[in-house]
């Protein structure tokens, strides 16, 4: 059983198609990039995994839950699934700690000592441990956004997804959250990541996506995908973002 | 004209009571009103659009009104519609105190939702999205992440509509309940001494707000300090 499952989705803004019939899996352990132009729907097609967009049609099955379902308990569901976002949006009003500590103990009913526990742990896996008394506007984005994937592991997700992570960081920052998101995807972990970093999708993605126009265009092994990318689109698109 | 001090000396204690009374609905009124007029914002911000409705129609019909007729319909309304209610042979006394009290939340809370609407809105969407992402729930979401970041961006707001309330409760006045100003209009009319009354009134008024509004400023360069 795969662990995301995309059938045949399809999400409208308005009269405006976002989604176009998207299917495609993520599997156990696998790393999947998605890549492609600016609104291409790359992030609208993650953001429905955990129901964060919604969509009016076809099916997206997570670990054996339809999200779409009305009675599936979307709050217990996107527990389970960890999320990185462009922006980091750590919660500036709270610690390192707080950041980390807050949906382990309101969501999984950890206790404190528990939660504090795990989070200084996750926070020395990302380097970040000596910065746990400080807040979120006290670091650089770089430092935010290994907490932000700190956070997100907090909650043992069984899958993580990761929203263009490193878009907003300044260029000498995008190596130190890829390593984070490299030493993860070694350990095994599933995910699925937007990003433009093809660098990362070389050394780690299992398979690539590539869509255009809310299409995917494109859904290959990472070396089809490098090798000899079959659609005129992903060739263009690719020409444009390695020639430098 | 002699102007006496005595005057006012002597009606000290009897102000103090009235002063008393003026703080005690600043701070109850300024309260319920920040408590209910943060549910209406989360309400005119809810996807359920009677909700919104609801809300809206609330908030537009109290900041319409000018103050002084919702306290006098809440004085001579109430006793009747409670007396509806209940079919007793007499409006039932709510009496001019409770009246106030009443009165003030129900109109700040108005007020209140509209600052805290903007101070929600300041928030980005992402913080929302994050939280979300993580399991919270709505209610979660709003009480432990949102609301506290929007209750400190609009802190400034909040306190400078406290003290425009403080000046507002004065308005009292008309259903005879004696605050400040109503204990300082009794002991003026009873000497008449006016001048003496009134300018001492003014004169802490305008000593007290004037002061909080400079507190007010000083927080509010600290806040944009620690942003």
New interface residues.
């Given amino acids: 059983m795969p662990m995301i499952e995309f059938k045949s989705v399809n999400k409208w803004y308005g009269g405006f198609q976002v989604l176009r019939d998207c299917t495609t899996k993520v599997e156990k352990g696998e790393v999947v990039v998605v890549c492609g132009p600016s609104g291409s729907g790359k992030s609208t097609l993650i953001?429905c995994v955990?129901a964060?967009e919604p969509f009016q049609q076809g099916e997206i099955i997570v670990n054996g839950q339809s999200v779409g379902d009305k009675t599936t308990n979307?709050?217990?569901l996107?527990?389970?699934?960890?999320?990185v976002?462009q922006?980091f949006?750590?919660?500036?009003?709270m610690t390192v700690l707080e950041n980390l500590n807050?949906?382990q103990v309101?969501?999984?009913g950890r206790g404190a000592d528990e939660a504090a526990e795990k989070s200084q742990m996750l926070l020395k896996r990302v380097g970040m441990l000596d910065h746990a008394p400080k807040f979120p506007?006290q670091l650089s984005g770089g430092q935010q956004q290994r907490v932000?994937i700190a956070?997100?592991l907090a909650?043992d997700p069984i899958a993580m997804l990761f929203d263009e992570p490193t878009s907003a960081l300044d260029p000498e920052m995008i190596n130190e959250v890829l390593d984070v998101m490299v030493e993860l995807a070694h350990e095994g972990m599933t995910m699925m990541c937007v990003t433009h970093e093809m660098g990362f999708a070389r050394k780690v993605a299992h398979r690539v996506i590539f869509m255009d126009r809310g299409e995917i265009v494109e859904d290959a092994t990472k070396d089809e995908f490098f090798g000899t990318p079959r659609s005129e689109r992903a060739q263009l698109f690719l020409s444009k973002i390695l020639q430098h | 004209m002699n102007f006496d001090l005595t005057i006012i000396v002597n009606a000290l204690p009897y102000l103090w009571k009235g002063f008393q009374y003026t703080l005690e609905l600043t701070a109850i009124a300024a309260a319920g009103g920040l408590f209910f007029g943060t549910l209406l914002a989360l309400a005119r911000l809810s996807s359920i659009h009677a909700l919104q409705m609801v809300a809206a129609g609330y908030v537009n019909l109290m900041r319409s009104i000018p103050l002084v007729l919702v306290i006098f319909w809440f004085f001579f309304l109430v006793p009747l519609i409670l007396q509806a209610i209940t079919g007793a042979t007499r409006p039932p006394q709510v009496g001019a105190e409770r009246t106030a009290i009443i009165t003030f939340i129900m109109f700040e809370a108005a007020y209140f939702c509209e600052i805290m609407r903007a101070g929600i809105q300041s928030i980005?969407r992402?913080?929302i999205?994050?939280?979300?992402?993580?399991?919270?729930?709505y209610s979660?979401t709003m009480r432990?992440?949102i609301l506290?970041?929007a209750f400190?961006n609009m802190l400034p707001v909040l306190l400078t509509q406290t003290i425009i309330l403080f000046q507002d409760t004065s308005l009292v006045y008309v259903i005879s309940a004696t605050d400040f100003v109503g204990a300082a209009a009794k002991v003026a009319q009873r000497d008449s001494k006016l001048v003496e009354m009134y300018l001492f009134v003014a004169l802490v008024y305008f000593t007290l707000c004037f002061s909080l509004s400079l507190a007010v400023k000083q927080l509010q360069q600290k806040i944009a300090v620690?942003?």
């Fill in positions: 953001k955990n964060l979307l709050p217990r996107r527990s389970q699934i960890g999320m976002f922006h949006e750590l919660f500036p009003h807050l949906a309101k969501v999984l506007g932000a956070r997100g909650m | 980005p992402g913080q999205f994050s939280s979300y992402a993580l399991g919270l729930t979660q432990l992440v506290p970041q400190r620690i942003r």
